[in-house]
């Protein structure tokens, strides 16, 4: 299969932290959304793959080329667009486009001057007097104006309000419309991924939770709740994570059939959203 990112048995070890063989592929025409709780080894990920820290182990291909030794000719066809902004702040737009434009071989002036007025972007004010949501969009021009087949963003949203991240989130299922490309989307605000990714890539203390499609995900889950009394050691066997309290419980299951036929009308069966798969999933058993 032509996988568009491709990581193997990728391993960083720190002093308190360890990414221990972590294994994803990605396909084109896809947006994948990466999760995980803070300190599970996203932007570490992220940096490997960018070739901006060193791995001690496994293998990084994008574009079916090795992220070291093709690192140029890869960066050369990625978008990358982190949470922050790094252009230069006393500079207008059409100044820094002027830096930016000439490290892309495939750099389009016509495609960049569209998406600054698309965007709404004002080539008149210098980029420190840019909103937030603002610079995300310019980031984005920049990315999609050198024709990068593969857009990877760290924590893009965080700090947006609804209207800006709901334009972002149009911006990115329009760029996947060209089946060519794919966005891989690193964020903590998973309702966005549920609007917009195909397949949810989970992480929990730099090990690989699941990697699968977002809707069979989904359907492989589900939230339990009941009154306390219901759980033994037998049945919390059956749950991946449980939350309690004087009012009864919640909990997380994998296996639907099996807790529906053990506690039949006795529980309320719900669909589970990403958030709860991964909060139970990270914190296991919680009183409150």
């Known amino acids: 299969m032509d996988y568009i990112l491709e990581v193997k048995n990728l391993q960083k070890s720190y002093k308190e932290f360890e990414l221990e063989n972590l294994s994803f592929n990605m396909e084109r025409g896809y947006i994948m959304g990466f999760i995980g709780p803070n300190g599970a080894g996203k932007s570490t990920t992220i940096k490997i793959i960018m070739n901006l820290i060193n791995r001690d182990g496994g293998e990084v291909k994008v574009f079916g080329k090795d992220n070291i030794k093709d690192e140029r000719y890869i960066k050369n ?4 667009v982190y949470d922050e902004n790094y252009y230069y702040e006393e500079l207008k737009l059409e100044e820094m486009k002027s830096i930016i434009a000439p490290f892309y071989s495939n750099w389009s002036e016509s495609t960049f001057q569209k998406l600054i007025k698309d965007f709404g972007l004002s080539k008149t004010k210098k980029i420190k007097e840019l909103s937030k949501g603002m610079k995300m969009k310019l980031s984005l021009a920049v990315a999609l104006s050198h024709d990068a087949e593969l857009i990877i963003m ?7 309000d609804p209207v800006f ?28 991924l549920e609007r917009i990714a195909d397949y949810i890539t989970f992480i929990n203390e730099g090990r690989l939770v699941l990697s699968k499609p977002k809707d069979e995900i989904i359907e492989s889950y589900a939230v339990i709740k009941g009154a306390n009394e219901l759980l033994d050691a037998s049945s919390r066997k059956e749950f991946i ?20 036929s053990l506690f039949r009308e006795r529980v309320l069966i719900e669909r589970p959203t990403l958030d709860d798969i991964m909060l139970y999933t990270v914190r296991r058993s919680v009183n409150v």
Request: zero cysteines; aromatic letters at 8%.
């Open 165 to 192: 991240r709901s334009e972002i989130l149009d911006i990115l299922y329009d760029v996947i419309q060209d089946e060519s490309k794919a966005v891989f989307f690193s964020t903590h605000i998973t309702s966005d």
């Open 241 to 260: 994570g449980i939350k309690e309290s004087r009012h009864g419980f919640e909990a997380l299951t994998s296996n639907v059939e099996r807790v529906r």
């Open 154 to 160: 760290d924590e893009p949203t965080s700090g947006l």
């Open 77 to 80: 066809k990625i978008g990358f």
